[in-house]
Structures are given as structure tokens and as C-alpha cells.
């Protein structure tokens, strides 16, 4: 067994109860790491790819790392992956805190759970016995609930992870959640919903041995030393609300369903605006030394905000009230809804609404009580709710006019808050990110906001960027590293060869760690290719193309660009 | 001792724009702080002269000594990324500066 490792996965079946430790190899621990490298493999394995997401065989993998459980700032982090319901494609979404190192506590490098119970449970693992126990009570409870009530039941040590209402119900966009925060995008919330899992509580004590203690308390003292100085000072001291004035300033602040790329009321919805009206705590995940959460107040309660969250539940919908902005944020967390694809979905239908092709008249841009309302609907599929919740490429479908010309999404996933026109780097991105439009997996926009590039007028030597940010962010999300520290590395590729040396002992070099994600990237690539992806999905919807921002005339793309920028993509992966 | 500029644009009451006094009289330009810069910098914007980015960052640094900590040799520190009038980014401290351009300086990771 290497270091940093226990060696094997836990396989679930919660249709029959049973579970087994399944070894895994050396030489493919080596290959994919941890985090959503190993998750992509395990699916691979599973045969996940040309199966529906959401029936009982479908696996749902939470894969953890070689970090986990380490001294490494921001290492205790997993993974949740599998087939999307919302785009049929491969969905990883991270996560963090406690659960991570629990989980890894439990023996296993990964846990695979498949089947359907018979009745809502939670799947409860104690080290290395599984059992499910009845959820029922905690049919329709928040997210909040079913976590502190469960930990007050199975008592101290366990952490829980869980889904809401939203996922009990299989809004294609649902969330797990454990600590505040969610395993937010591509609805993994759904696929343990279709499970009649509420959720998955854990504790565990092993611990994977480290080759080079010495040598990783080392590396980890300077890394946390380095997380405190000027690279990460916009997290801890605004968060990335920041991004909302930026974005504003750049035209590039999605608003009104990508109707505009500046929205005039963002100052007041702005982290700057916040935090003069109210009060402001702040707060970390475990293990980790940056502290980005900023949790601002509501009424008697707090709300932790994101830039994704403000844009999309914001200027997307046309909101400025800031409470109606924070309160559905907050009402999203509840439900488990993904905050982005909610808005993003939202904003389809108030512009639907807006043409006559959606009767639905109180479904409004600007009115922060519609907002809300979608929210709830959404939340228990009723009404519009149950349209709404299968996410706005299948509501365009439904709603029919050519409206998926206007539906802000890739592959089925909505687009997070950087307008495409504007910032054409990340439009390529988006467009050949291998679940979808997203951020997390792309970090192109960072070409856009650099000399590296002239954002509005992109060229293919846009592509290797694109093409490093993405292998970055593949490696990052493998190892896993919080990318909010990527700022701090001199040398990422060499600096992560060094930890993962220290962890594991494997004599890594950095060209191997490039390697290595390339390869990952690969075989997402690989998964969508057996789930039935064409070249056609490479691309952004009609509004995106062809017809330039309407306060920026500069910000255009042609439909002949992205498709010469996506075919050189494709030539200089070689694929 | 801070003025207010008789043409500042009150953009963002928590952050208002200011003049430094010692440009009153001279042809001016804007400078734009967003995010961590605006922390630092206590304002939104101000109105200053300078023929080059070298030389705008080296008055800002001296007036503002929050802000002066990313600032090293004409230069921002690599946390904070320039860009001229909206369009380009830049950080070669000779890029000549002329009348009416608008530098925003912002966090280098915008994103995240």
C-alpha cells in the first residue's frame, strides 16, 4: 500500500445493504491521484457512462485524496462524482471540511455507493461497518436540519453530508451539503435522491501514513505562511463578491439572463455596499488557513455569500434588493440547490415571460418576491417549480420558439457569472469544458484578465491557455488543493511534486504531474465520449455568437471563431 | 488634507472619489481601485498626472502608503494587475499615460 493512501475503496450497495473494501492498485492511484482524477476512473470502472444517472445502478462516488487528513492548508476536501442528471455528461463537484477527513478516516481512499433503498435512509458508515437507518423524519427537512439533527442522533464524531427537499424531489440541479457548504453544480444532490438517501453520515479514525513527515510539516508550515500574505488577500478580506464590481466595471457582469453585460444597481449588492449596512463574520473550512467565507447578516441570521451566488440570484435575474438577493441565496442552501444553475434557469423564464412564451406573468426580472417564489417552486416541483427544476436547456425544449437559443447553458449546464462576449478565453472554456459551462474546471477568464490576451478579440493562441488553466484545475482537483491558493505557488507543477513526494513517496517530477493531468482530462473526455458527446456540444448558445454586447459593440464573437478556436483545442489535445 | 473633485462622479458612497491636492491645477487622468486596491487605498478613484505607469504608481505609492506595500520598483506587486481605459492590461512601467486615459488597477485573480 503507498503512503498517503489506505489502498482500497468502499463499494455500497444500498439496495441490498451490503459493502465491500475493493482494493485499488498502485499504478492507478499514481495515474489519477485522488479527488475527481480517482472519481472519473472509479466511474470508468463502473461502466457509469451509458447508464441513466438517476437509476439505482448509477454510481455515486465520493473520492477523497492523498492530502486529506494531512497538515497541508486547505487539503481536507473531497470530491462527489458521476454522471449528471442535468447534462448526461460527467459531473465532479467538490466540497469541504470535516467530512473529507472523516471519510478517509473510515479506511478507504473512496467510497462508491450504488442501488436504491428501500425507504428514505441514511447510510450511516462507523469506520468500517455500514448500516442505514430510517430518514423518514427527515422527509422535507433542510439541508441545516437533517445535518444537526443527525449528528445530535448518531452522536459526536460523525459528519454528515445531505441533501434537501431540492434533491429529495430530483431537481436535476441539487446539491449535497455538509458543513455550509455543497457539492454544488451538476446535481449530484439528485443522483443520491434517486438513491432515497438523505444522507451519508461518517466517522473514522485511520490514518494513512506520510512517507516524509518531517519533510511535509515543512512544506506545510511555509504553505500556510505563504496562504496569510497578498496572494490570497481578496479572498480573506472580501470573498469573491468581490468579482461583482470588477466584473461590472469589464462589461462582463452576466445580467438579465445575458442580456446585458453591466447591471446598474451592482454597488448595492456589492461586498463594499454590504458590509456598510450590515454585520460581517467570517469563517473557514477545516484545515484550512485563508478564511474566504463571508458571512454576512439577515434578519437574525447569516448568510454565507459567493460572487456566483450574488450574480446568478442578482444582476442575472435583474435583483438589486440585497435582501431578497441574500435571502435566496440563503433559501438555496436550504433546499440544496445550486445557486448558479437556479438563477441562471430563473432568468430563462423571466425572459420567456417577458416574450409572452411563458404564462407566468408574476415571474418578473427585477422582482426579488418572484425570485423567491421560483425558489420554493423549484425547491417542491410544483407549479412552474416542476419545469423549472429539470434546468433551462430541458425547460427550452418544453417551452419550444428556438428559446434554447437564449438558455444560458453548456452541455445543459448553466453558465456561471462571466460574460462570454466579454471575456472570450473563458468562452472557450466554456464551451469545451467537459461538464459544461463552468468556472471551477476553467480558469481561462484568469488569460482574459492578464496582458496575455486581448479578452474582446481573442485569437488561437488564446487556446494554450485555456488548455493550461484546465490541466491546472484538473490537477488541483486531484491532488486536492483549494484553488484559491494557486496565487501562493511560485511553481504550482513543481511545489505539488514536492507535496505529493512527500505524502507518497513516489519520486514524482513535476512533468509527470502535467502528464498526469492530461490524462485526467483525458478521460473525462473519455466518459463523454461513451455517454454519446459529439463535437456539436462544443460550442455556446446563438446569443453568444455573432451579435455583440449591447453597451459594448468591441465584445463580439463570431460563430466562426469559437468554432476555429474549438477545433484548434481539439488539434493541440490531440484528439 | 483631500479634496473632493468638483467633477468626481459619486459612484459608490462607501468609497468616494478624491482628488490628491498637489495635481489641482495640472491636465489629469482618472485612476479607478477595485476590489483589494480600493481597500487599501481607502477610495474609489482619483484624478493624477503622470506621463507613464511607472510614474502613476510611483505617486500613488507615496501618497498612499497602504497601498505603496504593492508597489515595488514602478511596479504592482503581482497580486494586482493594471488595465488602461477598459481595454488592455499592462504592466511595462514606460507604457506612456496620457490625458483623459482611465488605469484600473485590480486584484490579479479576479475570478474564483
Known amino acids: 500500500m503507498p503512503f498517503g493512501y489506505h489502498g482500497s475503496y468502499l463499494r455500497i450497495d444500498v439496495s441490498s445493504g451490503t459493502a465491500k473494501y475493493v482494493p485499488l492498485a498502485e499504478a492507478v492511484l499514481r495515474q489519477f491521484i485522488g479527488g475527481s482524477g480517482l472519481g472519473v476512473k472509479l466511474l470508468l470502472d463502473e461502466g457509469a457512462a451509458i447508464l441513466d444517472p438517476l437509476a ?41 471540511s470535516g467530512f473529507a477527513i472523516a471519510g478517509k478516516g473510515c479506511g478507504c481512499d473512496a467510497i462508491v455507493v450504488v442501488g436504491r433503498a428501500t425507504e428514505l435512509s441514511v447510510l450511516v458508515i462507523d469506520g468500517p461497518n455500514v448500516r442505514l437507518e430510517s430518514a423518514k423524519e427527515y422527509r422535507g427537512a433542510t439541508c441545516w436540519e437533517t445535518e444537526t439533527g443527525l449528528k445530535a442522533r448518531l452522536g459526536a464524531g460523525y459528519r454528515v453530508a445531505s441533501i434537501g427537499p431540492g434533491g429529495e ?40 501514513e506520510w512517507a516524509h513527515p518531517a519533510e511535509l510539516t515543512a512544506i506545510s508550515k511555509s504553505l500556510s505562511r505563504r496562504s496569510f500574505g497578498p496572494a490570497t488577500a481578496k479572498y480573506r478580506e472580501l470573498g469573491t463578491a468581490t468579482n461583482l464590481l470588477t466584473f461590472n466595471r469589464f462589461g462582463a457582469l452576466p445580467t438579465r439572463n445575458f442580456q446585458s453585460g453591466s447591471f446598474d444597481e451592482a454597488a448595492s449588492l456589492s461586498p463594499e455596499q454590504l458590509s456598510t449596512t450590515r454585520s460581517k463574520t467570517r469563517e473557514s473550512c477545516v484545515s484550512c488557513t485563508i478564511g474566504c467565507e463571508h458571512i454576512y447578516s439577515l434578519g437574525n441570521s447569516g448568510v454565507r455569500i459567493e460572487y456566483e451566488s450574488l450574480f446568478a440570484l442578482g444582476s442575472l435575474c435583474g435583483v438589486s434588493d440585497s435582501d431578497a438577493v441574500l435571502r435566496a441565496s440563503q433559501r438555496c442552501d436550504e433546499l440544496g440547490l445550486d445557486t448558479i444553475s437556479t438563477g441562471g434557469t430563473i432568468a430563462f423564464a423571466m425572459e420567456c415571460v417577458e416574450r409572452g412564451w411563458l404564462d407566468e406573468p408574476w415571474l418578473t426580472f427585477g422582482s426579488g418576491q418572484a425570485l423567491l417564489r421560483a425558489i420554493d417552486l423549484i425547491g417542491s416541483r410544483q407549479g412552474i417549480g416542476d419545469l423549472l427544476a429539470e434546468g433551462s436547456r430541458r425547460a427550452a425544449h418544453n417551452i419550444g420558439r428556438n428559446s434554447i437559443a437564449f438558455a444560458p447553458q453548456v452541455k445543459g449546464l448553466e453558465i456561471p457569472g462571466y460574460e462570454p462576449r466579454a471575456l472570450q478565453t473563458m468562452a472557450l472554456g466554456f464551451a469545451v469544458g467537459a461538464r459544461g459551462a463552468d468556472h471551477n474546471r476553467s480558469g481561462a477568464y484568469e488569460a482574459d484578465f492578464s496582458e496575455k490576451v486581448d479578452r474582446r478579440h481573442v485569437t488561437l493562441d488564446a487556446v494554450r491557455h485555456a488548455i493550461d488553466t484546465e490541466d491546472k484545475a484538473a490537477l488541483m482537483d486531484s491532488l486536492i488543493i483549494c484553488k484559491f491558493l494557486r496565487g501562493v505557488f511560485d511553481d504550482f507543477h513543481a511545489e505539488a511534486a514536492e507535496i505529493l513526494r512527500s505524502v507518497t513517496g513516489w519520486d514524482v517530477s513535476a512533468d509527470e504531474l502535467r502528464e498526469t493531468a492530461k490524462r485526467i482530462v483525458a478521460a473525462k473526455r473519455q466518459f463523454n465520449l461513451l455517454a454519446g458527446w459529439t463535437l456539436e456540444e462544443d460550442t455556446l448558445p446563438d446569443r ?13 464573437l463570431s460563430r466562426e471563431m469559437l468554432g476555429a478556436l474549438v477545433a484548434e483545442y481539439h488539434r493541440q489535445r490531440g484528439w | 488634507m483631500i479634496f473632493v ?72 506587486h503581482s497580486t494586482f494587475v493594471a488595465n488602461l481605459n477598459g481595454d488592455q492590461f499592462i504592466s511595462d512601467p514606460e507604457t506612456p499615460l496620457v490625458d483623459d486615459d482611465c488605469v484600473i488597477i485590480l486584484s490579479a485573480d479576479a475570478g474564483g
Open chain 1, 169 to 208: 424531489h430530483l431537481v436535476r440541479y441539487a446539491t449535497i451539503s455538509h458543513d455550509g457548504r455543497h457539492a454544488g453544480r451538476g446535481g449530484s444532490g439528485a443522483v443520491l435522491g434517486a438513491k432515497n438517501i438523505k444522507a451519508i453520515a461518517l466517522r473514522g479514525t485511520q490514518r494513512a
Open chain 2, 5 to 76: 473633485h468638483p467633477r468626481a462622479r459619486d459612484r459608490d458612497s462607501a468609497f468616494p472619489t478624491i482628488m490628491l491636492p498637489f495635481i489641482w491645477a495640472c491636465l489629469i487622468m482618472r485612476v479607478e481601485f477595485l476590489g483589494v486596491p480600493r481597500q487599501r487605498a481607502g477610495i474609489a478613484e482619483l484624478e493624477v498626472h503622470a506621463g507613464t505607469l511607472g510614474e502613476l504608481l510611483q505617486r500613488l505609492g507615496a501618497q498612499m502608503p497602504p497601498l505603496g506595500e504593492f508597489i515595488v520598483a514602478n511596479r504592482l
Open chain 1, 56 to 96: 439505482p445502478e448509477a454510481p455515486l462516488v465520493f473520492a477523497f485524496s492523498p492530502l486529506v487528513g494531512s497538515p497541508l492548508t486547505t487539503s481536507a476536501k473531497f470530491a462527489v462524482v458521476s454522471k449528471s442528471p442535468l447534462t448526461e455528461r460527467i459531473n465532479d463537484s467538490l466540497a469541504s
Open chain 1, 544 to 556: 453568444f455568437l455573432n451579435t455583440p454586447l449591447p453597451n459594448d459593440p468591441e465584445a463580439s
